[in-house]
């Protein structure tokens, strides 16, 4: 089975340990070892995340225990996260010009 990783028990994501094609069964790990199981709606690559929980538009994207983003549209348990849903809560939005 492949795995992915919670780091900090607060997160609402996992980070694949492996690539991961959508539908497969993951186990969820964690420094402490296993935490969970839940299947891949998405493909994912190794080094990426996926949702552990559903996220709601504007929730707070939590990895290391940190808000890394805001996502910007509804997020389902299992879904790729990734800058197509996420906006950094580090690096600002490029501005549009006009």
């Known amino acids: 089975m492949k ?10 994501t996992a980070t694949a340990l492996n690539d991961i094609d959508a539908g497969e069964n993951i186990s969820l790990v964690s420094k402490s070892g296993p935490v969970g199981e839940m299947t891949a709606k998405q493909a994912a690559p190794f080094g990426h995340k996926l949702a552990v929980v559903d996220i ?4 707070k994207i939590l990895k290391y225990g940190e808000v890394i983003g805001l996502a ?5 348990k299992g879904d790729y996260v990734h800058t197509h849903n996420v ?4 690096v600002p939005p490029p501005k549009e010009k006009k």
């Open 87 to 90: 906006e950094s809560a580090l």
């Open 3 to 12: 795995r992915a990783m919670r780091i900090n028990p607060d997160d609402n």
């Open 56 to 59: 709601k538009k504007g929730d």
């Open 72 to 76: 910007t549209q509804q997020i389902s």
